[in-house]
Each structure stands twice: as structure tokens, then as C-alpha cells.
T-cell receptor
Framework: QSALTQPASVSGSPGQSITISCTGT?????????VSWYQQHPGKAPKLIIY???KRPSGVSNRFSGSKSGNTASLTISGLQAEDEADYYC??????????FGGGTKLTV | QVQLVESGGGLVKPGGSLRLSCAAS????????MSWIRQAPGKGLEWVSY????????NYADSVKGRFTISRDNAKNSLYLQMNSLRAEDTAVYYC?????????GGQGTLVTVSS
């Protein structure tokens, strides 16, 4: 199972909005509404911030939003804050009953 | 609050074995599918395995199939990963995660280092 494709890096200024894309195939992102996004600060464990394409776990800021179109998913962060600087990973359930992750995107604020 | 405390990592020689454990609290363990994911030093996330609520179904990444075995004990609120025939490329931080279609990580992971 090949990894999902994410840009290596994105950047934005405080207060701006950014979008991170995640491209898969009809066997993963395109097959189900089981797309997830994770935030990971250096030296810390990954934190689930979006699941089922666009749902936020309790306690996650509504500045984070997710969407999907075809085989591509997107994470949008609005009102960028310095604390948003982290690595972001997308994930998708697959038709092989596995979970596949993207390579990660480093967000610089 | 979901708490998942991993243990059992350490330094092991190539070809050796380790058994990872994960103690769960803060939620009804038996209601959730569970997974293991890992992260090699400086690399991205990699899904390893999942197990369904009763343990009746499991699946593995191709990279560990036939070498790793996931199991659970709902009476003990615990998840396990038996790792055999370890290779250098298995070196990673291993995280226990709640869920099958997404992963809620609740701990800091346990480091497994495979080296001679």
C-alpha cells in the first residue's frame, strides 16, 4: 500500500489560512469517508485533529477543518497561530482493511 | 480522557523478540477497535496492525505480516504486540491507538531499537 501524497512543507503568517492537501487513490481516500488528520509537535505523540473527513474530536479548535473531493482530502487551518507550527499527517482507511498515512507536511508559521 | 500507556520497548538484537503492552484507561476498552502505529526516528507515521473489539479480526501491514501478532485482554484493559524476527527497520517509537479507521494516540509511545 503506497503512502498518501502530501506537500513536504507549507507556510503562512499569523491570522492567515492555509490548506494542506492529501492525495490518494480510489482504494483509499476515494473509497470511504475515513480520512483523518494528525498534528505532531517535535518530540510529542501525534494528536488526532480530524476524523471521518471533517469531524473534530472534543477539545480540538474549530479553526481546523477537513474536506474531501474524489481521491483528495484537505486540511484547512484558519486564523493561524504560532502554536499551529507542527508536522501534519493525513491518514485513510483502505479497501485492504489497512490504514495508510501520508508522508507528512511541515507547517511553518 | 483517553490514556494509553505503552511499555515493553528496549534494545534487541536482529532476529530477537519483544512483547509490547498497552494499558488503557478513561474509556470502555472493550467497546473499541485498537491499533498499533509506529514512527521510525525522523520519519513519518506507519500503521502496523489493528484488532477488533472481541479480537476476532486482525490485520497487519505487509512489512510486519507473519512476524508480529496483535492481541488484547478486555478483562485487563490491555493491548499487546508480540514482535518476532525483529529487523533493523523495525526500529521506531511504537504507539498504541484507539480506533481502526483513525487513531487516537493517548500516550508517549515506547521505543524499540533493533541493533547488534
Amino acid at each position: 500500500q503506497s503512502a498518501l501524497t502530501q506537500p513536504a512543507s507549507v507556510s503562512g503568517s499569523p491570522g492567515q489560512s492555509i490548506t494542506i492537501s492529501c492525495t490518494g487513490t480510489s482504494s483509499d481516500i476515494g473509497a470511504y469517508t475515513y480520512v483523518s488528520w494528525y498534528q505532531q509537535h517535535p518530540g510529542k505523540a501525534p494528536k488526532l485533529i480530524i476524523y471521518d473527513v471533517s469531524k473534530r474530536p472534543s477539545g480540538v479548535s474549530n479553526r481546523f477543518s477537513g474536506s474531501k473531493s474524489g481521491n483528495t482530502a484537505s486540511l484547512t487551518i484558519s486564523g493561524l497561530q504560532a502554536e499551529d507550527e507542527a508536522d501534519y499527517y493525513c491518514g485513510s482507511y483502505t479497501t485492504s482493511s489497512t490504514l495508510v498515512f501520508g508522508g507528512g507536511t511541515k507547517l511553518t508559521v | 480522557q483517553v490514556q494509553l500507556v505503552e511499555s515493553g520497548g528496549g534494545l534487541v538484537k536482529p532476529g530477537g523478540s519483544l512483547r509490547l503492552s498497552c494499558a488503557a484507561s478513561g474509556f470502555i476498552f472493550s467497546d473499541y477497535h485498537m491499533s498499533w502505529i509506529r514512527q521510525a526516528p525522523g520519519k513519518g507515521l506507519e500503521w502496523v496492525s489493528y484488532i477488533t473489539t472481541t479480537g476476532s479480526n486482525t490485520n497487519y501491514a505487509d512489512s510486519v505480516k507473519g512476524r508480529f501478532t496483535i492481541s488484547r485482554d478486555n478483562a485487563k484493559n490491555s493491548l499487546y504486540l508480540q514482535m518476532n524476527s525483529l529487523r533493523a527497520e523495525d526500529t521506531a517509537v511504537y504507539y498504541c491507538a484507539r480506533g481502526r479507521y483513525s487513531s487516537t494516540v493517548g500516550g508517549q509511545g515506547t521505543l524499540v531499537t533493533v541493533s547488534s
